[in-house]
């Protein structure tokens, strides 16, 4: 038999879970500012006692809101994950993870959308949300160069210093991509994917130091 302790234990996860949802389809509509406690409590069903008793404050609901969708993200989406068992050379990976990536961004994450706004203002006092997003960045970072470590072991040599360029330009053509899919709200063709890898595969194969 169920315990009642735990009742009221998944309500408040129900609960929680429901303002979080409602806090990020908001800020995908109408961003930071237009993410209101008032709209979080209309949208949600829940009352604003509930949203402070869980968050304490809006700053620190759309930071859980960020990390929330984040994690998701990371969980949902396959790119980031090192694939040692596949058999394909450095250029068809490079091109599968793009594809990848192109097909996960219309999922519409939405934790990119705010932390790009986020990213782009300047506050007096710095929301809590953009700080965690700069944290993912770097996060992200990391794993992509992870990634091109794994993915050039076998090609050459490459230093530390053009893994982490190449991380970062990595990062940015997604930014790229992502803010043209949020733009004109159709599907980034298959074929612009490609050409991007078979560039980024080309400058690897330039910049590649033959081992011995």
């Not at 990371?74 to 450095?90: H, L």
């Not at 043209?180 to 080309?202: E, K, V």
């Amino acid at each position: 038999m169920e315990r009642k302790s735990e009742r009221p234990n998944r309500q408040g996860d129900a609960s929680r879970e429901a303002i979080i949802e409602a806090a990020l389809e908001i800020a995908a509509e109408f961003g930071y500012d237009g993410t209101t406690v008032a709209a979080v409590t209309e949208r949600s069903g829940l009352p604003a006692s509930s949203i402070y008793w869980h968050f304490g404050s809006k700053d620190a609901l759309l930071a859980a809101a960020l990390e929330h969708s984040y994690r998701q993200f990371r969980r949902d989406a396959p790119m980031y994950r090192i694939r040692r068992q596949e058999a394909a050379g450095a250029g068809e990976r490079i091109e599968g993870w793009f594809q990848r990536g192109v097909r996960y961004m219309t999922r519409n994450p939405h934790f990119w959308r705010l932390g790009l706004i986020l990213t782009l203002e300047r506050r007096v006092k710095e929301p809590q949300a953009r700080r965690l997003f700069m944290r993912m960045r770097e996060e992200s970072e990391n794993l992509l160069a992870d990634w091109w470590r794994d993915v050039l072991a076998e090609q050459g040599t490459h230093s530390e210093e053009d893994i982490r360029r190449l991380a970062r330009l990595h990062l940015m053509l997604m930014d790229g991509m992502f803010i043209q899919y949020r733009a004109d709200g159709t599907r980034i063709p298959p074929r612009q994917a490609t050409l991007l890898a078979r560039a980024l595969s080309a400058h690897v194969t330039r910049q590649a130091t033959p081992c011995g």
